[in-house]
């Protein structure tokens, strides 16, 4: 049965045109307005959302809450964009959510209203997923954009985040970052406090103009956290520890349990949120408590595909841009300098992969490069990319259309002593886990 359900939703097409918001919000009513029996936490941002989102559930959940986390894509298994304290949700819950909004589905389409698409399908069985779990906060992450975004139906969160901005999308969302902070902005709302990075003065321009649009500054109810606020950061291979310094509350040591430096950012985010959702609440806790539990919740969390090992000095990384490579770079110079460094490399047709491979090819201790494809339809091929990376780097790159192979030669090639880094593509991270099982030792 599972089966079924699963090639039903793979069948619904992903980029098509939908009701828009309207129609969503009026699915939710139909649904019993589901979004309204638990506290909604909406994130957006072009790298990090996921993170955050992650971090932030963590520590609700460290806190005692019953949490929903809602993200995308996912990696392996389908369940996996709908979890319920942490736990992907079980096939037989999958399934309940599944059949409820079929049953409102085929009776709109026997009206002749348009089929929603494979994101809002899932995003409104989400809905139904937590209402009936009976969470107590749900933390839900943006497909694509944030204004025209179907989560962004919720008229009335408890708290919006926005996160690293930056060029993804170009062809949806604009070709500028004025044009994308200015769709990722579109979940800001009257009333409803927000926390954004505070990184790039083109992207923070445009939130603050949203922000006070929506009346947001005659309240202190904008919260930007910057960089610069993140002090004394120190790397190991498997832990990195900093120092949050910032206006709105006593100073946070932080422990993060992952190897990727573009962490500490969204980990800052995520603490930083966590403090204004507790002054927008009611919740009966000491500071120290609330504190204690904070620090635990993001020392706790690991989010896959995101400098996840997955097995002995093997990690794979969704980074599929030119700012999320970028991060990637620093984070392998910065954790891996005395290591010698060997690249599986992937990427959708869709991207813009020129910049990423330039910023791959500077990595300091690179010694290979082997290009593959992504296993869908937006697979892009392996010998244009080539060309780009023999462009960049004149080291020993090799290209294979098949992943499996692509892996047994990396681990050929990085033997005993070095590093593989599997990147490029989300895709090319669920189907490395796959195939790896996320528990190899060579």
Not at 60 to 66: H, N, P, Q
Not at 103 to 108: F, H, M, N, T
Not at 128 to 144: D, H, M, N, S
Not at 409 to 424: A, H, M, P, S
């Amino acid at each position: 049965m599972m089966n079924d359900i699963v090639e039903y939703l793979y069948h619904i097409p992903r980029f098509v045109r939908t009701g828009g918001l309207e129609q969503t919000r009026e699915r939710l009513r139909l649904l019993g307005s589901p979004e309204k029996s638990f506290h909604y936490i909406h994130v957006a941002g072009t790298n990090g959302k996921g993170s955050v989102c992650a971090y932030m559930e963590s520590c609700l959940r460290e806190m005692g809450f019953k949490t929903g986390l809602f993200t995308s894509p996912h990696l392996v298994r389908i369940n996996e964009r709908i979890r319920i304290n942490n736990r992907e949700i079980s096939d037989k819950a999958f399934s309940e959510a599944f059949y409820k909004v079929k049953a409102l589905v085929d009776a709109q389409s026997a009206e002749g209203i348009v089929h929603p698409t494979f994101f809002e399908f899932i995003y409104l069985m989400a809905m139904c997923a937590f209402q009936k779990a009976g969470i107590e906060y749900g933390v839900i992450e943006t497909g694509l954009g944030g204004r025209l975004d179907l989560t962004n139906a919720v008229e009335a969160p408890d708290l919006t985040v926005i996160t690293s901005i930056g060029l993804d999308h170009t062809a949806i969302l604009g070709d500028t970052i004025e044009k994308i902070a200015a769709e990722k902005a579109g979940i800001i709302k009257p009333g409803v406090p927000l926390v954004y990075l505070a990184a790039r003065p083109d992207a923070v321009r445009v939130i603050e103009t949203r922000a006070n649009e929506q009346h947001l500054s005659e309240r202190p109810m904008c919260y930007p956290v910057k960089p610069e606020w993140m002090e004394d950061i120190s790397a190991e291979e498997a832990h990195i520890q900093f120092s949050l310094v910032c206006p709105y509350f006593k100073k946070y040591d932080i422990m993060l349990n992952t190897s990727g430096m573009y962490q500490v950012e969204n980990g800052a985010l995520a603490v930083t949120a966590m403090e204004v959702l507790r002054e927008f609440s009611d919740w009966k806790m000491t500071e120290t408590d609330f504190r204690e539990k904070v620090l635990k919740g993001v020392r706790h969390m690991t989010w896959p595909g995101r400098m996840e090992p997955v097995g002995r000095d093997i990690y794979v990384d969704g980074a599929h841009n030119d700012d999320g490579i970028r991060e990637l770079v620093r984070s392998v110079d910065r954790i891996f300098s005395q290591r010698d460094i060997y690249l599986i490399f992937a990427v959708a047709e869709d991207k813009d992969y020129q910049e990423m491979v330039r910023h791959l090819c500077g990595i300091r201790r690179l010694k290979g490069i082997i290009v593959t494809e992504i296993d869908n339809g937006r697979r892009r091929d392996f010998h244009e990319v080539m060309k780009d990376f023999q462009k960049n780097w004149h080291g020993n790159i090799q290209g294979t259309y098949n992943v499996s192979e692509a892996i047994m030669t990396g681990q050929e090639w990085k033997g005993r002593d070095g590093v593989l880094i599997c990147t490029g593509s989300l895709y090319l991270v669920g189907h490395v886990k796959e195939l790896l099982g996320g528990d190899l030792d060579d």
